[in-house]
């Protein structure tokens, strides 16, 4: 069954860090374009990063330049998100999908994991 699971969301104070890891199953993630989208309450869904098969080349949305790092491991089948200095408005459900190319269109990426929350209050 090929399935995408993302955990290490949470609740974390303006300034704190997270770090979020997208876990695949049931095909290589090795041969494949992933990118980490987030979709707040009443917003569409937003690309956030991407990272190309290789993990030399990456990109990221103007709003988390400088702060969030991708990043990937093709033997342990796993994307990561590193996000530091996170804001309130980074408040989102997170998800990572695979794509063929990097892009922030929602419609070129499928199949998706089933997301996870994270909260940045004080």
């Known amino acids: 069954q090929v399935q995408l699971v993302e955990s290490g969301g949470g609740l974390v104070q303006p300034g704190g860090s997270l770090r979020l890891s997208c876990a695949a199953s049931?095909?290589?993630?090795?041969?494949?374009?992933i990118g980490w989208f987030r979709q707040a309450p009443g917003k569409e869904r937003e690309g956030v990063s991407c990272?190309?098969?290789?993990?030399?080349?990456?990109e990221y949305a103007d709003s988390v330049k400088g702060r969030f790092t991708i990043s990937r491991d093709n033997t342990k089948n796993t994307v990561w998100l590193q996000m530091n200095s996170l804001k309130p408005e980074d408040t989102a459900v997170y998800y990572c999908?695979?794509?063929?190319?990097?892009?922030?269109?929602?419609?070129?990426?499928?199949?998706w994991g089933q997301g996870t929350q994270v909260t940045v209050t004080s």
């Open positions: 999908a695979v794509g063929h190319q990097c892009g922030w269109n929602p419609d070129n990426f499928t199949p």
């Open positions: 990272i190309r098969t290789n993990g030399g080349t990456t």
């Open positions: 049931g095909f290589s993630l090795g041969y494949f374009v």
